[in-house]
């Protein structure tokens, strides 16, 4: 329960790709406390009741620290290349995340020692607490909120030193039982005066900036800052341009609803993408960032007859094609943006499809008064709902389906989104969608962006984008994808236009018009030769584009459901090329945080896990059979990881959000593997047998997984969540049972021919999960996530090799 909702929180303070760090210190706690025991076993020879009922409570009085360190330590990943402090910083955060992991790894080592008669009781009650633990998160965080759910974990841990002090001594129940009813009374209480600010990189850090800017705070981008309302010569010393209304965490996003001061705060906002012939009006508006950055758009009143500014902006320039009274989907609405544009411009019918549910009920309920109730307008559908899912069960077709800003220029601008994953831009995304439209639709993507030749990147999505739609309208069998796309670039927004029919000469002339007249820029229109790299891309022939992105440093081949990377990030081999300076300042911010973090990682694994071993237990080394043995169990921690870690990423796309993936993989994961454990033994009694029958049900789980999964999200993304969940499941189980036999027929084995090597097993499978947690994700970057699978088969094919070889050395010795 702590570990996944520790990811919801560090998804708001630092970024949700943090999740992984979460799963690397929970292993390296449980790893550390391991390593302790079996180098200090005297620990658990003494009176163990008292030092597990201490550690179960020393647990619950961290967990809740934990927060007050998550809320005041200003820890700015992206800045710890340039600034030596955010190393205490970070230091700082894995300490409170590590202490509470390693002391219940304390206690879970402590019970099944002190039940080893009753080890696969104590262990297959473990298992189903952890299964049961990751599968609340979800309700509990819309019961009790995020913190709450953290406080709540701090309360079953003391829940737990409770059941130690009865077997230790009753009467020191009264202090777990003391602290059970304080963080009852007073838990709300204290996780709500704590004061959570997102990292300074995000656009929310921005937005609450006082006037007077700290020169010592870390930089941001003039793009960001004119996003966020912040100029060079705002007056000083008068507190943040923004108010923050309300506050509210969920299981999908943290939101907070910001109301800008003053009217030229609400102008310099809304700025991009406004046509520079307008003059009218600045219209009312309160801004909702999600996990602190992704904002989106509340406009007072709802009446899109008060609204004419949209008659002159960007985001209205599908409208200019379409035929009169289209019928619209918006995915990732927001606060009903494009729903309100739709009904500007004459839609006879609008659905916003909204991922968050926190935001579709203040759109339609909290804040309905304010927002004029514009969901409930004749031809307006504005519901919860993931966009993909929707797409697929949907059997309407669209005049236009729009995505409209729901990526940030904020995170960009400084590298942050390097891993962030979107299944709605990827090919098959597109290819979905261009089966949804009218013969004359139109499929638009805007976002935030540099305009062409100015800034130090060029076109930071364009290559992908334009790459996702022509690689789309190719498997579509399309013979000249060049005529069903225009690109035009409007004050910080570019529009990305796809048809499934070409766009006619007429077509494009009244788009040139209607952009010269606003000042927009065109960047790629068919039939016209415009000189920029993006037009050229979109234009060449299809071996030209091949060879352009082989040779690129910066990955820019389209995003795929297997590898849903939307931003450019560097290939690997290219990040420390002499070259590419300006680039690598603005692109690879979120890269070189990775590096520091993996070292940090290995470092740990050495330091808290083997380091103990090779100092106090260095027996076990020496065996003959040690080099397979290690082999084995550091496969294991490989593999095991990175079929956790592509599980989560691929069940993203058909679960609809990181948290839901999450929760339901690692959930059916360790109650399966749980039971594969127990069956290891139980079903067959030799080792060697066991291992085999394990590693052919793996092999045929995984090529069954690799063929036809795909098929199977195809064929239930349509379905609602419920039941998207249960297939989920059933996907995942076979794959955790098979995986949970392998650890204990190798410590059976370890047992026959080097019982000495128990810890190193132990320890070394530790060690590297910690490691591959992080590393999977780096790998995926580079492979897909579905290589990773197939690299972890081929990993666990490799272990078990090595322990059939350590087991016949072994035997060879004891003759």
Not at 2 to 29: E, K, N, P
Not at 41 to 67: D, E, H, K, W
Not at 231 to 244: A, E, H, I, T, V
Not at 462 to 467: F, H, M, N, P
Request: glycine share 10%; with cysteine; charged share 15%.
């Amino acid at each position: 329960m702590l570990q996944v909702a520790l990811t919801r929180v560090f998804s708001f303070t630092l970024w949700y790709h943090f999740a992984y760090v979460v799963i690397s210190l929970a292993l390296l706690g449980y790893g550390a406390s391991g390593a302790l025991l079996s180098a200090f076993p005297g620990i658990l020879r003494g009176n163990l009741p008292r030092t597990l009922f201490l550690c179960a409570l020393g647990a619950a009085v961290v967990i809740p620290v934990g927060l007050a360190v998550y809320a005041h330590t200003p820890f700015y990943p992206l800045q710890l290349l340039k600034s030596p402090v955010q190393w205490a910083y970070l230091a700082a955060y894995y300490a409170a995340t590590g202490i509470p992991f390693f002391l219940a790894g304390v206690c879970i080592a402590g019970a099944i020692t002190a039940a080893s008669d009753r080890v696969t009781r104590v262990y297959s009650a473990d298992l189903v607490g952890a299964g049961l633990g990751a599968g609340l998160v979800v309700p509990l965080i819309w019961r009790l909120e995020t913190p709450g759910v953290v406080i709540l974990a701090a309360g079953l841990m003391a829940g737990a030193a409770i059941c130690w002090a009865w077997w230790w001594q009753p009467k020191a129940a009264a202090a777990p039982l003391m602290l059970i009813v304080v963080l009852a009374l007073g838990g709300g209480l204290y996780w709500r005066s704590l004061e959570f600010r997102p990292t300074a990189e995000k656009i929310m850090s921005l937005m609450l900036l006082p006037m007077t800017v700290d020169p010592s705070a870390p930089r941001t981008t003039p793009a960001a800052q004119q996003l966020a309302g912040v100029s060079s010569d705002q007056p000083k010393g008068l507190g943040c341009r923004y108010l923050k209304r309300y506050t509210r965490w969920g299981a999908v996003y943290r939101i907070d609803i910001l109301e800008p001061r003053d009217a030229a705060t609400r102008k310099g906002y809304y700025c991009s993408g406004m046509s520079a012939r307008y003059h009218g009006p600045t219209p009312d508006w309160r801004s909702i960032p999600h996990d602190g950055d992704n904002n989106t758009i509340i406009f007072k009143g709802g009446d899109p007859a008060q609204l004419p500014h949209f008659d002159d902006h960007a985001v209205a320039l599908p409208y200019q094609l379409l035929r009169p009274a289209p019928k619209v989907l918006a995915l990732g609405a927001g606060g009903g943006t494009e729903v309100l544009v739709a009904l500007r411009h004459g839609a006879r019918d609008a659905t916003g499809i909204e991922l968050d549910p926190l935001t579709v009920k203040l759109a339609t309920q909290d804040m309905v008064d304010y927002s004029g109730g514009f969901a409930r307008r004749p031809g307006v559908h504005y519901q919860v709902g993931e966009g993909r899912s929707f797409v697929r069960r949907s059997r309407d077709k669209y005049d236009l389906i729009q995505i409209n800003l729901v990526d940030t220029l904020t995170a960009a601008s400084i590298g942050a989104n390097v891993l962030n994953e979107n299944y709605l831009y990827t090919v098959e995304a597109t290819q979905e969608y261009l089966d949804h439209l009218t013969k004359d639709g139109i499929f638009a993507v805007s976002h935030l962006d540099v305009p062409p030749g100015r800034g130090l990147i060029k076109f930071r999505q364009g290559i992908l984008r334009a790459g996702s739609a022509l690689e789309a309208l190719r498997r579509r069998g399309v013979a000249h994808p060049e005529n069903h796309i225009a690109v035009v670039y409007g004050t910080g927004l570019m529009v990305y236009m796809v048809r499934t029919r070409p766009f006619s000469p007429q077509e494009i002339e009244k788009l040139r018009a209607y952009d010269a007249e606003n000042g927009y820029l065109d960047v790629y229109l068919p039939y016209h030769h415009l000189r920029n790299e993006l037009s050229w891309f979109i234009s060449t022939s299809p071996q030209a584009r091949a060879q352009y992105i082989a040779g690129s440093a910066i990955r820019r081949d389209p995003a795929t459901d297997d590898s849903p990377f939307i931003w450019p990030y560097f290939k690997w081999r290219y990040l420390f090329h002499p070259g590419h300076r300006y680039e690598r300042m603005a692109m690879a911010n979120g890269q070189f945080v990775m590096l520091p973090l993996l070292g940090v990682a290995v470092l740990g694994a050495l330091i808290f896990i083997l380091a103990p071993l090779a100092i106090f237990r260095r027996r076990g080394i020496y065996s003959r059979a040690a080099g397979g043995l290690a082999l084995y169990f550091a496969a294991l921690g490989f593999g095991f990881m990175f079929i956790e870690i592509s599980f989560i990423q691929k069940f993203v796309l058909f679960l609809g959000y990181p948290t839901y993936s999450l929760t339901v993989v690692l959930s059916a994961l360790l109650v399966a593997s749980g039971l594969g454990s127990l069956a290891s033994q139980r079903l067959i009694s030799r080792a060697e047998r066991s291992l085999a029958w394990a590693l052919a049900g793996l092999l045929a789980v995984g090529v069954l997984y690799l063929a036809f999964g795909a098929s199977v999200f195809d064929a239930f993304l349509g379905y609602g969540l419920s039941v998207r969940i249960l297939v989920a499941i059933a996907m995942v189980a076979p794959l955790g049972f098979v995986m949970g036999m392998f650890f204990p027929t190798g410590i059976r084995v370890v047992n026959e021919v080097a019982p000495q090597f128990v810890p190193w097993a132990w320890g070394i499978n530790a060690s590297t999960s910690v490691v591959a947690a992080i590393l999977a994700v780096m790998l995926a970057m580079s492979v897909g996530f579905r290589m990773v699978g197939v690299y972890a088969m081929v990993i666990y094919v490799i272990g078990v090799t090595g322990l059939y070889w350590a087991h016949r050395r072994g035997r060879q010795a004891a003759v």
